[in-house]
């Protein structure tokens, strides 16, 4: 595959910042492959050559490019300054973010202000992990392979010039006489960073801790996060010992400047800008540096991480990011800049998930019958051993970016093994624990994570030793179901019928099916207490599945197993995991695992185990672990080798590897490290570890009903599920939206269902139907909750609706004759003044709909599905009126009555599909792609529309020659801003204060 820019010198320039290649150590600046991005946030090939200008005090070295996030009219490039090696997979280096950079294009004053900054920010970190200039310059400069070195000419050798560390004095480095002890202990940086693993008291053991992907000591004090609660950091608290925060997120560097300040927010673009938007500019910053720096986010520049050892192609002559899955490509749509322009050298694609790597080795001790042990002693110095082999004098964070085989180690009394694990999270339904729940009407489901067990030599080489894959998969039950989160033991309420969750439920499972082959579903959630019921559910839908034709239509049934692990385990006995392993043993002896010899699949994978829970972390991750366990004895077995993982203490390496996996999907969806560790980690369950669980939980219940909100708005707008206009919406609510169907799609067919209900005379055609908000009474104008209303239109009547959206039912509806209507006005609608965006009065506009009560019978009907009759006013309070319409005399007449609509917003957040709440002839199946209408032309077309169907009833009745009615519009205000703030009441103004100042 064409090979991708390893490291970029990002600089401003007067036109834009221009991304340059950097080229190798002692080479001179080459722009033939340099692109500039403008300060429009446009992106294309560098056509002025800049090698003769002086950039290097203003340049910042980035490791690549994550993408462009654009907010409002403001753009910043997303740069990657800070990574870590975790893993190297046939010979190819594996990654992790550990810092980013965002540098607007603004101007050339502000994005040189963020390059120093992030210049020093990076200086500061080497400087606090014990790193000096001399390191620096020695990482920077490497000898790593890049896209520029068939571009510029060797040059020839000069005396390097280097600074004494004892005179201070610079000095040509072949002159200086100096003894090995100074050179060595004193000038290490000089000679790489070899001498200074080897010489200091870290050694290269913490080291190869940090490649392996454990955590070290140092990093408990240097790099652990401080002030993260969840993915919303709070950044006053900097106690590194406080427990009680999750430490997803790194800690920000105080020393260094904000990234932009609500007075400095960039304006050079221009549009119309969205002043809430541009408000929360800094947060959005704030947070998204933070997320990305999270320790999260993989990539490789040679390896697809998005797919299985046993489907990459090293040999395709397509970039990477047009190889990479994506279903697992997290910042495809914020990269997308560069690749429409073609650029894909600088597409680095990332994946979310884990990646860790662990060596072993297993020593003989009787060559007659085969038996072997582990050797403790092996399991972290053949690592060590072989990334010295790999790196060279580069150290465990060198650039080694080729694409060689790793050199195979030196023989030992043993046999040397590598173990891999790779998890990718899926950006589909991508978010956070309780705002993510469940199923789409896509198919796709809340913390999806495919999880692959890679079992190897440490050289990968195949003609010698197999390698082994095996791979799992977690996410959440395929229903529609949401949770609270403001409960520690929150009820589960189920929305949609059986039809609607059955088709969002083969979806998921045909999809899988097709990906995987067969299927074995493992639901680990209680039979009895709050769970049981969306338990039941999931196991009725299987069996429903199954009845009409399998996954696949075709016949092929879903396997279903329901273990209800806190019953099984309790007594916190979770060794009784193995029950489950034995009902599994059958499945998995059919499917088995893939299996790669001689550079060829000799056997593949041929199905996969779905193992899901409530939130799919903590009893699903001890599942995932016992069924790895189980593989990789077995692997070994085959090859004549035994092991023991579940009682050999010298095999902890196995358990920490699988907890750590465990600990980063637990922090990307919960904003705590996992539930029930302590038995991941050491085989036990204590009570210390139980402890420990209770504190992580009100950790997490403090994330969800605080932090979580803006965090998911972020993620949905990262990933392109929603345009800027959802922090505005944030903002004036406070929340964020679960967009698990495509509400255009559910409104059309709640307007089709309660056509079909309610419009009894077949000889009564539907004109129009629309989905409005409406207050939840009847005659008043503002109630302190709305909801959404069905409001149809035909010939001769109007049906008034109000549905039960859970159940997808019609819970009641009044039929109002045409005739019957003598009054309807539409103005400014405010129902809120808490925040900008409700006192909008573009966006804030409804009508009011005058009627008659009494029929030619004299009584008022209001149909209710339970068949009765409700005559009056439908328990409609008189104290919740409020503004113009209620206090108009018209409507206290006798026999008067009132309806007030609001429009919704005509388009939500989501991309690509925004909802109109106007009709559409074409099912709900098949909506045409029509450019969404303004609240204002929404509420006027209504308004214009009833009238004129009144008035030509009205002139059918009566006759031509007679005069009609007129029924007309009348413009004024529902209620005016004026009337709102008098109506809000002092506690409500104090609650969302208090609100907005705890995400704030």
């Known amino acids: 595959m064409p090979g991708l820019v390893r490291k970029i010198l990002v600089f401003a320039a007067v036109d834009g910042l221009v991304l340059q290649p950097a080229p190798p150590r002692n080479h001179p600046p080459a722009t033939q492959q340099a692109i500039k991005v403008d300060y429009k946030g446009n992106v294309g090939p560098l056509l002025k050559d800049r090698r003769e200008e002086d950039t290097t005090p203003v340049s910042l070295e980035t490791h690549g490019i994550v993408g462009l996030l654009t907010i409002a009219t403001s753009s910043f490039l997303i740069s990657i300054c800070g990574r870590e090696q975790v893993a190297q997979i046939r010979g190819k280096p594996v990654y992790k973010i550990t810092d980013v950079a965002l540098i607007p294009l603004a101007s050339r004053t502000d994005a040189d202000k963020a390059i120093v900054s992030a210049r020093e920010h990076v200086q500061r970190r080497r400087e606090a992990e014990g790193l000096g200039d001399e390191d620096y310059d020695s990482e920077s400069d490497d000898d790593a392979p890049s896209v520029t070195d068939s571009l510029v000419e060797e040059p020839t050798a000069t005396p390097t010039q280097v600074k004494d560390p004892v005179t201070g004095q610079q000095g040509p480095l072949h002159g200086r006489s100096t003894s090995v002890a100074e050179d060595v202990m004193q000038h290490k940086g000089l000679y790489g960073r070899f001498a200074d693993k080897w010489f200091s008291r870290k050694g290269w053991k913490t080291d190869s801790r940090r490649t392996q992907g454990l955590s070290v000591e140092e990093d408990l004090h240097k790099s652990v996060p401080k002030n993260v609660e969840s993915t919303m950091p709070k950044e006053e608290d900097e106690n590194p010992k406080n427990s009680s925060l999750p430490d997803a997120i790194p800690v920000v560097d105080k020393t260094v400047p904000e990234p932009v300040s609500p007075t400095d927010i960039p304006k050079a673009l221009d549009g119309q800008k969205d002043s809430t938007t541009n408000a929360l500019l800094p947060k959005i910053l704030r947070t998204t540096k933070m997320y990305f720096s999270s320790g999260n986010f993989f990539f490789s520049y040679d390896y697809d991480l998005s797919r299985g050892v046993d489907q990459q192609q090293p040999s395709s002559s397509l970039p990477l990011s047009k190889q990479f899955d994506s279903l697992y490509f997290f910042n495809q749509h914020i990269a997308s800049p560069f690749s429409s322009a073609g650029q894909h050298n600088f597409v680095l694609p990332i994946i979310q998930g884990f990646v860790g790597q662990r060596a072993f080795?297993?020593?003989?001790?009787?060559?007659?019958?085969?038996?072997?042990?582990?050797?403790?002693?092996?399991?972290?110095?053949?690592?060590?051993?072989?990334?010295?082999?790999?790196?060279?004098?580069?150290?465990?964070?060198?650039?080694?970016?080729?694409?060689?085989?790793?050199?195979?180690?030196?023989?030992?009394?043993?046999?040397?093994?590598?173990?891999?694990?790779?998890?990718?999270?899926?950006?589909?339904?991508?978010?956070?624990?309780?705002?993510?729940?469940?199923?789409?009407?896509?198919?796709?489901?809340?913390?999806?994570?495919?999880?692959?067990?890679?079992?190897?030599?440490?050289?990968?080489?195949?003609?010698?030793?197999?390698?082994?894959?095996?791979?799992?998969?977690?996410?959440?039950?395929?229903?529609?179901?949401?949770?609270?989160?403001?409960?520690?033991?929150?009820?589960?309420?189920?929305?949609?019928?059986?039809?609607?969750?059955?088709?969002?439920?083969?979806?998921?499972?045909?999809?899988?099916?097709?990906?995987?082959?067969?299927?074995?579903?493992?639901?680990?959630?209680?039979?009895?207490?709050?769970?049981?019921?969306?338990?039941?559910?999931?196991?009725?839908?299987?069996?429903?599945?199954?009845?009409?034709?399998?996954?696949?239509?075709?016949?092929?049934?879903?396997?279903?197993?329901?273990?209800?692990?806190?019953?099984?385990?309790?007594?916190?006995?979770?060794?009784?995991?193995?029950?489950?392993?034995?009902?599994?043993?059958?499945?998995?002896?059919?499917?088995?695992?893939?299996?790669?010899?001689?550079?060829?699949?000799?056997?593949?994978?041929?199905?996969?185990?779905?193992?899901?829970?409530?939130?799919?972390?903590?009893?699903?991750?001890?599942?995932?672990?016992?069924?790895?366990?189980?593989?990789?004895?077995?692997?070994?077995?085959?090859?004549?080798?035994?092991?023991?993982l579940q009682n050999d203490p010298s095999t902890s390496w196995f358990n920490t590897l699988w907890a750590d996996n465990g600990d980063n999907i637990s922090r990307q969806y919960a904003g705590t490290a996992a539930l029930k560790g302590d038995f991941t980690r050491t085989r036990k369950r204590q009570i210390t570890g139980a402890l420990t669980d209770f504190g992580l939980t009100l950790t997490r219940y403090y994330n969800n009903i605080v932090n979580d909100y803006f965090a998911q708005?972020?993620?949905?707008?990262?990933?392109?599920?929603?345009?800027?206009?959802?922090?505005?919406?944030?903002?004036?609510?406070?929340?964020?939206?679960?967009?698990?169907?495509?509400?255009?799609?559910?409104?059309?067919?709640?307007?089709?269902?309660?056509?079909?209900?309610?419009?009894?005379?077949?000889?009564?055609?539907?004109?129009?139907?629309?989905?409005?908000?409406?207050?939840?009474?009847?005659?008043?104008?503002?109630?302190?909750?709305?909801?959404?209303?069905?409001?149809?239109?035909?010939?001769?009547?109007?049906?008034?609706?109000?549905?039960?959206?859970?159940?997808?039912?019609?819970?009641?509806?009044?039929?109002?004759?045409?005739?019957?209507?003598?009054?309807?006005?539409?103005?400014?609608?405010?129902?809120?003044?808490?925040?900008?965006?409700?006192?909008?009065?573009?966006?804030?506009?409804?009508?009011?709909?005058?009627?008659?009560?009494t029929d030619p019978s004299g009584t008022d009907l209001v149909r209710r599905n339970t068949r009765s009759l409700d005559s009056g006013n439908a328990g409609a309070p008189s104290d919740h009126k409020s503004g113009s319409a209620s206090n108009d005399n018209s409507t206290q007449e006798a026999g008067g009555r009132f309806l007030a609509f609001k429009a919704l917003p005509p388009s939500s957040t989501v991309v690509p599909t925004p909802s109109s709440p106007t009709s559409m002839s074409a099912s709900a199946d098949s909506l045409p792609d029509v450019p969404p209408e303004n609240e204002v032309e929404v509420v006027k077309s209504i308004c214009e529309e009833i009238v004129r169907e009144a008035n030509k009833l009205s002139s059918q009745r009566i006759g031509e020659q007679q005069e009609q009615r007129g029924l007309n519009v009348e413009e004024k205000a529902v209620v005016s801003a004026a009337d709102a703030k008098k109506s809000t009441g002092y506690m409500e103004q104090l609650g969302y204060s208090l609100k907005k100042m705890v995400w704030s």
């Not at 009564?764 to 139907?769: A, F, R, S, T, V």
Request: aromatic fraction near 10%; include cysteine; hydrophobic fraction near 35%.
């Open 361 to 644: 080795s297993i020593k003989v001790v009787n060559t007659n019958n085969n038996s072997v042990v582990i050797d403790p002693d092996s399991t972290t110095d053949d690592m060590e051993m072989q990334n010295i082999k790999q790196q060279g004098l580069n150290g465990a964070e060198s650039d080694s970016d080729t694409n060689t085989e790793t050199p195979p180690p030196e023989p030992s009394n043993g046999k040397d093994f590598l173990i891999t694990l790779i998890s990718r999270r899926s950006t589909n339904r991508a978010g956070l624990r309780y705002l993510r729940r469940g199923v789409d009407d896509e198919g796709h489901t809340a913390n999806t994570v495919e999880t692959e067990q890679i079992l190897s030599s440490p050289t990968w080489n195949t003609t010698q030793d197999t390698i082994f894959s095996f791979t799992q998969l977690r996410g959440s039950i395929p229903l529609f179901f949401s949770q609270s989160p403001y409960s520690l033991k929150p009820q589960v309420a189920t929305w949609g019928s059986t039809e609607t969750n059955a088709k969002a439920f083969k979806r998921h499972f045909a999809d899988i099916s097709s990906r995987y082959g067969a299927v074995y579903s493992a639901s680990l959630v209680d039979k009895h207490g709050t769970e049981a019921k969306i338990g039941e559910l999931y196991e009725r839908h299987s069996k429903i599945l199954n009845e009409n034709g399998g996954m696949d239509g075709k016949g092929k049934d879903l396997d279903f197993e329901w273990f209800d692990f806190h019953n099984v385990c309790r007594g916190m006995r979770f060794e009784n995991v193995s029950k489950l392993m034995d009902t599994l043993g059958p499945f998995f002896k059919t499917t088995g695992w893939t299996e790669i010899s001689n550079d060829r699949v000799l056997h593949k994978q041929s199905g996969i185990l779905r193992t899901n829970c409530m939130d799919c972390l903590d009893r699903t991750n001890v599942v995932q672990s016992a069924c790895a366990r189980t593989a990789l004895e077995a692997q070994l077995s085959a090859g004549s080798f035994s092991i023991d």
């Open 713 to 853: 708005a972020l993620i949905d707008y990262l990933l392109g599920r929603a345009t800027d206009t959802i922090f505005a919406e944030f903002e004036a609510d406070m929340k964020s939206s679960d967009y698990f169907i495509d509400l255009r799609k559910v409104r059309q067919a709640a307007i089709e269902r309660s056509a079909g209900i309610v419009i009894e005379d077949k000889e009564e055609d539907l004109i129009h139907g629309w989905t409005l908000s409406v207050p939840t009474h009847a005659n008043v104008l503002k109630t302190s909750t709305f909801e959404e209303a069905v409001l149809l239109l035909t010939a001769k009547a109007l049906y008034f609706c109000r549905l039960d959206w859970g159940t997808e039912k019609v819970r009641e509806f009044e039929r109002i004759p045409l005739e019957d209507v003598y009054g309807i006005f539409r103005g400014v609608y405010i129902t809120s003044t808490l925040a900008q965006r409700h006192m909008d009065e573009e966006k804030n506009v409804g009508f009011v709909l005058r009627y008659n009560i």
